[in-house]
C-alpha cells in the first residue's frame, strides 16, 4: 500500500463493505412470511431485491464524482446517514409499497459506502496486483458477511419478526457512523479540480475505455449470476425443497465457503497467472454451474443438493472473477477514481437488478431452478465476450 494504513482503519474498511451484503442476505428467510404478512404473492417480495439494487446502480452515477472532488470521508458520513434513516424506514413500513421504496433509497445509500469504499482502495493501493490482493481480502470478508446475515435473519424469522431483521441493520449503520465520525480519515489528497460541469466528460473518459468496460462486463455477469440466486433462493430452498428459515440460513454458508476458498487461492495465483486468466477461467466456472442446474432441474427431484453443489460451483467462479476485474478496471484510472468506480458499481448493479427482475418475472411461470441454469449459461457466453478482448489486450503483468 502507499502508505502503511492502521489495522483498525483496514478492518472498518473491510466491514463497511459488508454492509450491501447484509442488506441483501438477512432478510431471505422472512420472504415467505412477509409475503403472507402483505397478503401478497413470493415473487412480489423478491422484487424488494430488484428495487434495491436498481437504487444502487442509479446511486453510483453521483457519489463517485463527489467523492473525487470533496473527499471520500464526506461521502462515507452521508451514505452512512442516509443508510441508518432507510433501514429504520424498511423497519415500520406499514405496506409494500414504502417498503420498496424504502429499499430502492437503501440502495441508493449503500452505494455511496461500496463505490467510496472502492475507490479508497485504489487510494490506498500502489498498483492493480495489491488492489487484486485486497481484493481477495474483501473476498474472504464479504462472504462471510452474506453466511451470517441469512443465518441471523433466520432465528430473528423464528423468534422475533422480520422487522427486527431492518432494526438490526439500523443499528449496524449505526455503529460504522459512529466510528466514521470519530476515526474515520480522509484517504483522497489528490482531488479533482475540474467542476462539477464537466462531469459528463468525466464519465465519457471511463466508459470509453474499452478495458475499463470489458472489466465491468464481466463482473456484471458474475453479479448478476449470484443476484440472480438470491432473489429466488426462498423459492428453491424453502417452497421447492421445503427447508424451514434456520435449515436456509445455513445454506449460505456452502455458498460463502466457496467464495472464501476461490479469492484464498486467487491470492496465492494472482502473481503466477495474471488477472485476466483467472478471470477467464471464472468465468467458465459459472458456464458449468449453469449446465449442472439445468440438468438438475429436468429431474423430478426436491433434494436441495441438486441445486446447492452447482449454486456453489458457481460462487467459486465469482470469486475468481470480483476482486481480479475490480483491480483491473480500477488501475487504469488515478484522479477519477471515484468515478470510475461509480460507473463500476453501476454497471455491476444494473446487471444484478436486470437478473433479480427477470428472475422474479421467470420464475413466476416457469420452473426456477431451469429459469436459473439458462441464465447463467447467457452470462457466461457474455462473459466470454468480454473476456476475449481483454486477454488480447493484456496488462495484468
Known amino acids: 500500500m502507499k502508505n502503511k494504513q492502521p489495522v483498525s482503519f483496514v478492518i472498518a474498511i473491510v466491514l463497511m463493505w459488508t454492509l450491501p451484503a447484509m442488506s441483501t442476505d438477512i432478510y431471505l428467510p422472512s420472504m415467505p412470511v412477509m409475503a403472507s404478512f402483505f397478503n401478497t404473492t413470493i415473487s412480489q417480495i423478491q422484487l424488494t431485491i430488484f428495487f434495491y439494487t436498481a437504487g444502487f446502480s442509479i446511486g453510483a452515477l453521483f457519489f463517485g464524482p463527489i467523492s473525487d472532488r470533496i473527499g471520500r470521508r464526506p461521502v462515507v458520513l452521508g451514505s452512512l446517514i442516509f443508510s441508518a ?44 496486483e495489491s488492489m487484486a490482493k485486497f481484493g481477495a481480502i474483501l473476498g474472504i470478508a464479504i462472504p462471510i458477511a452474506a453466511a451470517l446475515a441469512p443465518i441471523i435473519g433466520g432465528y430473528i424469522e423464528k423468534y422475533l419478526n422480520w422487522r427486527v431483521s431492518f432494526g ?45 468496460f470489458s472489466y465491468n462486463t464481466v463482473t456484471a455477469m458474475s453479479l448478476s449470476a449470484m443476484y440472480a440466486y438470491l432473489t429466488i433462493s426462498p423459492t428453491l430452498m424453502q417452497i ?18 466457496a467464495l472464501v476458498a476461490s479469492s484464498f487461492l486467487n491470492s496465492k495465483l494472482i502473481r503466477r497467472f495474471g488477472i485476466n486468466r483467472l478471470i477467464k477461467a471464472g468465468v467458465k466456472i459459472i458456464g458449468i454451474s449453469g449446465m449442472l442446474l439445468v440438468i438438475g432441474g429436468i429431474i423430478p427431484s426436491s433434494n436441495p443438493i441438486i441445486i446447492l453443489v452447482p449454486v456453489t460451483i458457481m460462487a467459486f467462479g465469482c470469486g475468481l472473477i470480483f476482486p481480479n476485474a475490480s483491480a483491473g478496471g480500477m488501475s487504469i484510472f488515478a484522479k477519477s477514481a471515484g468515478t470510475a468506480g461509480a460507473i463500476y458499481a453501476c454497471v455491476q448493479m444494473l446487471g444484478g437488478s436486470m437478473s433479480s427482475g427477470l428472475i422474479s418475472l421467470l420464475s413466476h411461470t416457469y420452473d426456477a431452478q431451469l429459469c436459473l441454469g439458462v441464465l447463467f449459461i447467457i452470462q457466461t457466453f457474455i462473459g466470454l465476450i468480454a473476456v476475449s478482448y481483454l486477454t488480447k489486450h493484456d496488462i495484468s503483468h
Open 85 to 128: 434513516i432507510t433501514s429504520l424506514v424498511a423497519c415500520l413500513a406499514p405496506d409494500l409499497t414504502i417498503l420498496f421504496i424504502a429499499r430502492f433509497c437503501q440502495g441508493v445509500a449503500l452505494v455511496g459506502v461500496a463505490s467510496t469504499m472502492r475507490a479508497i482502495t485504489k487510494d490506498i493501493s500502489p498498483d492493480s
Open 168 to 212: 438490526f441493520l439500523f443499528v449496524y449503520v449505526v455503529i460504522f457512523l459512529i466510528y466514521a465520525i470519530k476515526k474515520f480519515p480522509e484517504t483522497n489528497h489528490d482531488k479533482l479540480e475540474r467542476p462539477f460541469k464537466y462531469l459528463l466528460l468525466d464519465y465519457q473518459e471511463v466508459l470509453l475505455n474499452r478495458q475499463f
Open 240 to 257: 421447492k425443497c421445503h427447508l424451514d428459515p434456520e435449515e436456509f440460513g445455513y445454506t449460505n454458508i456452502l455458498i460463502s465457503l
